[in-house]
């Protein structure tokens, strides 16, 4: 038996393992190529809005269409605009536990929420 028959049923073996190992890498390459791209720009087209946010097109489109998302129209295309997309998925933030004691404490001793005026 010559080398090369003994290491063939390696390689037959091997060749799937390679194959998805090479389609991981080529998946990883175009997310880096999207996330690029969408780096160097600030309007953004509904796809990269949906990459970049990380919602469905369709999601995309009812927020639009409702006047719940900032976008612009062009003439054929929806377009956002990179940073008031960042403002508006950052616009609900959750308060800490100690914001929350910090509040509290300020009510029982003032009798007043912060930021009340009476």
Known sequence: ?????ILLPDFRYALPKYKKMEEKILKKLETLEKLSLIAAKTALTL?????????????????THLKEIPHYKGLKFVYFN???????????????????EAEAATYVVTGKKKGATA
């Open 1 to 5: 038996m010559s080398p090369a028959e």
């Open 47 to 63: 796809e990269e809005a949906a990459f970049f946010t990380g919602l469905s097109k369709s999601i995309l489109y009812k927020k």
């Open 82 to 100: 990179k940073d008031e997309l960042t403002l508006w998925m950052l616009q609900n933030r959750v308060k800490t536990n100690n914001e929350i």
